[in-house]
């Protein structure tokens, strides 16, 4: 997985609301949309309990059950409702991705344009930091913090934050230090705005696009990480539902039950698609230069 | 005073400068972490055979793994052993530590670069291919193509196919003894291939990407058009502006990547039985044998370190744009 | 405008070219021994046998891990042996005669025994090993065994004699486990730790960390000489990987505790054999805790749960319902207590007997490291106990993190699965009885209780301690000291390449040397 930026450099003036919209529109976009609905609805059905069945209950006599009509994804050894997991799962996965994308997006852009914007011994320090953060094998300093803290969503996410800060940190800097030289912002510090107003004002609205993109990419792989995790075993602790975790349970299980490992999986890989499908259509409209129609 | 500062000033010497405090960063972070984590060598030796131990027997054991000074007196006598050459000794194997990284890091080495061979190998034709004709079926089939290798968990398909193929047909490389390229070629390679081909997979779509977004962008330059403009033949346009041209950015991409294999293939080593360096990290951490951790993460660092320091110089020696800065 | 490329070429060549040199370079430095020979069982007279993790211990009285007893047990050969049902019988001494006061133990040596060292294994070196491992100083996690042990003398170089303080009935019991196997009195420990020196049917070869551990044979091994020329325990850290290897012929034996994993493994070209285990799988609850205080409140969750759904669950069935004790002589009967069978009224009885009508709330502590079924179980007893008003905070933890908690009593609840033994005094003692190393783990203590342990072993009469083993058994089970669950199966999967090794409850590797190349 890289740190990729856009191929090209940033436009004087992006259009706000504009990309976004454009984005949309492209077939890609589209059906990153759609996907990403339906993961949202199920999701939100798992949040608020809207769920045919509650992800927790055991029902012994419904165990090992195959998709029927009554369970629609089947049921697991403890007779619970696949389904109702896979919602529930998928609201955890949503959760931890957007908690943990927010809390490495936000303190990593502030970092960054932080850095980039001042530049001299700021930018050396926080050069160190984040070349210490990228240098620590990345997995391994979110097992380790998940194996520190008690176990939650909440350890999980910012296990997983912390190997995406200098990420968001090193692609909010670069168009930064390009910016810092554009007429716009040279004039606002000359006509005596403080700098950081400035930066603010100016800096940051231009280059909300390529952030955005590089949202949407951490989205998706915040829950291929939180599934890396699971699968070594120190994802979300159960009986929380989580769709790592239910794909590290059902690999052995999954031979006489493949459904316990199919639907699970295959809602990662639905949302997973969803979201860089939407990342795609975003960045094509931002730099029609990095590929799309001619 | 004046030659100081002139030395501060000289960016390589600031550079190599930022590389100390990043490795001494690390090392910092590796023994905080490792001193954070619940347990410490007595329990993952004894496990709950500890309790039957007295606060004696206890004390002793503390001295024996050295873990009863003070932590910085810990840290500071750790890292002066690295500096000196000693990595540490696993303590319950008694194995010297250099001697195992030394050991590991070949073979995650070798299974970085045969990842990114695949990787490339998938990607670039990719690329092109969905660049020869952009928006046409090949080019949208492609871009599909390339989004699923990398939504789905690689692993998780990895060990479905490693599985059917021993189920199905009997053949199961990785388990066998683990065999080095230099001993057993035909095996290691075969071990190597469905780890190489499951990394290379999960990192073929950035350089897919790459590529076809660097061949579209610079058939447009301008040096392109005129070299077409003065008639150059279309196949050695190709081949020779657009093709070097585009592919720098993947060499790039490539190179990124590296640093993210050295940490991500924990999970495939654990899975394919690879003896490499994730692995060695990964057990370490679980029998808490804080030598093994601190010292083999510090060395990863400072091969990324290194590598980063050294293409910084040679860049800079090498384009004149950048010299200027 | 000239638009830069987005980096130079020459960075991203030397990046690659320094990556690939140093692979390059590395490349020549071997791993250890052992070859790249192909799996045994194809006439190549090595045997491979698959563990999960790598030994931590090699040393016999410091090792508690499944695997470190493995590797040991083909290195070392212990005073006594088990049998096929697990009975105590002649190891490297005969059985031993016993004083009529019952404490005075006299063992006879078997003649002609050697350490792989060329060394001959006398009373010289049963002396330096039991001394050793009551020294406090060598912290050996078997000195409880020999905690009833005044001293050991060597008259002799064929006889050791062993007085007790007093008569302790389970004591011939532990000399026939591996962590009290004999080392040879003439090699410094430090040098035991990286080379095992023993007397068993293999010799210590070459071992590569992480990934195999090489035996060569003993030809002179007492019992007979072993079957293969060569023993490698080869680790395979994940349990699919384990079977595929079965399955391809690169590994011949392999032990699961899974059920699922095993009948996957089962095929043309392997066989699984389940077993019985003598650990049991145990809700363990502690009495000193303020919510388990009132032994109405334990009784209510004796009651919530049905020992057979949690088996059903967690193990798919693999295993059977039992109680306190699973030592084969004397096993418990799993029906003997207030609630044989799950009964949710009853439960709600006893809690309102505690005045606590309302409901009760407790926590669990449990770890997905410990063993495979560990956190289903306690979903599973989380989920029955809640419709009994018990509301339990299920807490997964790393499996150190579990081990302190577990350790300091930091729990109202804990599942875990501890090992059995052929004496139930040997199981319990020092859980149970105040004295015992464990007793403020297990949270309870009774005046009786003590006084049935300290009878347990004074007398060597097989009813008599019968009878007082059932006894202890009651007083556990009505008193809802623990809520004992199951105990679970062992697979044990061998190829079809390999014969006469004979799989026993819990899955020893006792009889392994006897296993050869099928003809």
């Given amino acids: 997985m890289s740190a990729t930026t856009t191929a090209a450099g940033v436009p004087a003036r992006a259009p706000r609301g504009g990309a976004l919209r454009a984005a949309l529109l492209r077939p890609a976009g589209v059906v990153g949309l759609l996907l990403g609905l339906v993961v949202l609805v199920l999701a939100v059905m798992g949040t608020f309990g809207l769920t045919p069945y509650d992800p927790a209950k055991q029902d012994v006599t419904q165990s090992l059950v195959g998709p029927s009509g009554q369970h629609w994804f089947g049921t697991d050894q403890f007779g619970r409702d696949v389904f109702s997991r896979v919602c529930s799962g998928l609201a955890n996965s949503l959760r931890i991705a957007v908690v943990s994308v927010g809390i490495s997006g936000v303190l990593g852009i502030l970092i960054g344009v932080l850095a980039g914007y001042y530049g001299g011994w700021v930018d050396r320090v926080v050069g160190v930091l984040t070349n210490v953060l990228f240098a620590f094998p990345s997995l391994l300093l979110a097992l380790a913090l998940a194996a520190t803290l008690d176990r939650s969503w909440v350890t999980v996410s910012i296990a997983i934050a912390t190997v995406y800060l200098p990420i968001f940190a090193r692609v909010a800097r670069a168009p930064v230090l390009r910016l810092r030289h554009v007429d716009y912002v040279t004039a606002s510090t000359a006509i005596g705005r403080p700098r950081l107003s400035t930066l603010f004002a100016h800096v940051v609205p231009n280059m909300w696009g390529i952030l955005l993109v590089q949202v949407t990419l951490s989205l998706s792989w915040s829950i291929l990480t939180e599934a890396a995790l699971s699968f070594l075993g120190f994802g979300t602790p159960p009986p929380a539902a989580s769709l790592g975790g239910m794909v590290y349970d059902a690999q052995t299980i999954s031979a006489v039950a493949p459904w316990m490992l199919a639907f699970p999986g295959l809602a990662i890989v639905v949302f997973v698609v969803g979201l860089n499908l939407l990342g795609d259509a975003l960045r094509s409209t931002l730099d029609p230069r990095s590929g799309g129609r001619r | ?325 | 405008m000239v638009r830069r490329m987005p980096a130079g070429p020459a960075r991203a060549v030397v990046s690659t070219a320094v990556v690939g040199a140093l692979a390059l370079a590395g490349c020549s430095g071997g791993s250890g021994s052992g070859g790249s020979g192909s799996g045994g069982g194809e006439g190549n007279d090595r045997l491979v046998f698959g563990i999960t993790a790598d030994p931590t211990q090699t040393i016999p009285w410091l090792s508690t891990s499944t695997q470190s007893i493995q590797v040991l047990s083909q290195v070392y050969s212990t005073l006594l042996n088990s049998g096929d049902d697990l009975e105590t019988v002649a190891g490297l001494s005969d059985l031993p005669e016993v004083s009529e006061d019952g404490k005075t133990y006299t063992f006879t040596l078997k003649d002609g025994v050697k350490f792989a060292n060329g060394s001959a294994l006398d009373s010289t070196d049963v002396k330096y090993t039991f001394d050793t491992i009551m020294n406090p100083e060598t912290k050996a996690t078997s000195a409880s065994y020999f905690a009833s042990v005044a001293s050991v003398e060597a008259p002799d170089p064929k006889t050791v004699v062993v007085k007790l303080k007093s008569p302790d009935a389970s004591f011939t019991t532990a000399l026939a486990n591996v962590n009290t196997s004999i080392v040879p009195s003439d090699v410094p420990v430090e040098s035991l730790t990286t080379t095992p020196v023993g007397s068993g049917p293999y010799v210590w070869d070459t071992r590569t960390p992480n990934q195999s551990i090489t035996l060569k044979v003993n030809p002179d091994y007492y019992q007979g000489r072993p079957g293969y020329q060569s023993l490698q325990f080869r680790i395979l850290g994940d349990e699919k990987a384990m079977v595929s290897a079965l399955q391809s012929g690169a590994v011949d034996m392999a032990v699961f505790d899974n059920p699922v994993t095993a009948k996957t493994a089962t095929s043309g070209k392997v066989k699984v054999t389940p077993v019985d285990q003598l650990s049991y799988h145990v809700l363990q609850l502690r009495a000193d805790a303020p919510a388990l205080k009132d032994v109405n409140v334990r009784l209510a969750i004796q009651c919530a749960i049905d020992r057979k759904q949690v088996l059903d669950t967690a193990a798919l069935g693999a295993g059977e319902v039992t109680g306190p004790i699973t030592s084969p002589a004397y096993r418990s009967n799993p029906d003997a207590r207030p609630c044989p069978t799950r009964d949710v009224a009853k439960a709600k009885d006893y809690l309102a007997k505690a005045g606590k009508s309302g409901g009760v709330s407790i926590n669990l502590i449990t770890s997905q490291g410990l063993y495979s079924t560990a956190v289903n179980e306690a979903q599973n007893i989380q989920a029955q106990l809640k419709e009994a008003g018990i509301d339990v905070k299920l807490e997964t933890l790393d499996s150190d993190g579990y081990v302190q908690r577990w350790l300091k009593g930091d729990f109202d609840s804990a599942i875990a699965l501890n090992g059995g033994s052929t004496d139930p005094n040997t199981m319990y003692a020092r859980y149970f009885t105040s004295k015992g190393s464990f007793n403020k783990v297990a949270g309870y203590r009774s005046a009786e209780l003590d006084k049935l342990f300290a009878d347990g072993i004074a007398t060597r009469d097989e009813n008599a301690r019968k009878g007082i083993y059932t006894q202890v058994s009651k007083e556990l089970e009505d008193n809802a000291v623990w809520v004992w669950t199951y105990t679970g199966k062992l697979f044990v999967a061998t190829s079809t390449g390999t014969s006469g090794f004979k799989a026993r409850t819990g899955a020893d590797l006792g009889t392994l040397w006897k296993a050869a190349p099928a003809k």
Avoid: C
């Fill in chain 2, 1 to 325: 005073m004046t030659a100081l500062l002139s030395l501060w000033r000289n960016s390589f010497v600031r550079r190599v400068l930022e590389a100390v405090l990043t490795l001494v960063g690390v090392s910092v972070l590796t023994f905080a972490v490792l001193r954070v984590l619940p347990g410490d060598q007595i329990t993952a030796s004894y496990g709950i055979e500890a309790g039957a131990l007295s606060p004696d027997q206890l004390a002793s054991l503390r001295a024996y793994y050295g873990i009863d000074k003070p932590l910085v007196a810990q840290y500071f006598s750790w890292l002066g052993g690295v500096l000196t050459g000693n990595l540490g000794v696993a303590t319950q194997s008694q194995q010297d530590v250099l001697d195992m990284t030394l050991r590991a890091l070949p073979i995650t080495l070798q299974l970085a670069v045969l990842s990114i061979l695949v990787a490339l190998a998938l990607g670039v034709p990719g690329g092109l291919l969905a660049a020869s004709r952009a928006g046409a079926l090949r080019d949208n089939g492609s871009q599909l193509v390339s989004l699923l290798a990398l939504s789905v968990p690689t692993f998780l398909v990895a060990t479905a196919l490693s599985s059917w193929l021993a189920n199905r047909f009997g053949y199961n490389p990785n388990g066998e003894e683990f065999a080095t390229l230099l001993r057993d070629p035909a095996l290691n390679l075969q071990q190597m291939a469905l780890p190489a081909l499951t990394l290379g997979v999960s990192i073929a779509a950035p350089v897919f990407q790459t590529t076809r977004a660097s061949v579209l962008a610079i058939r447009d330059e301008d040096y392109i058009r005129t070299a077409r403009a003065k008639g150059v033949p279309p196949r050695r346009l190709q081949g020779r502006h657009v093709l070097r041209n585009a592919l720098i950015p993947v060499v790039t991409i490539s190179g990124l990547q590296f640093g993210f294999l050295l940490g991500g293939a924990v999970v495939i080593e654990q899975i394919f039985s690879i003896p490499g360096i994730g692995r060695q990290v990964l057990l370490g951490m679980t029998q808490k044998e804080y030598a093994v951790v601190q010292s083999t993460v510090l060395v990863i660092a400072v091969l990324f370190v290194l590598v980063n320091l050294l293409t910084d110089v040679v860049y800079r020696l090498v384009d004149p744009q950048a010299r200027a800065q």
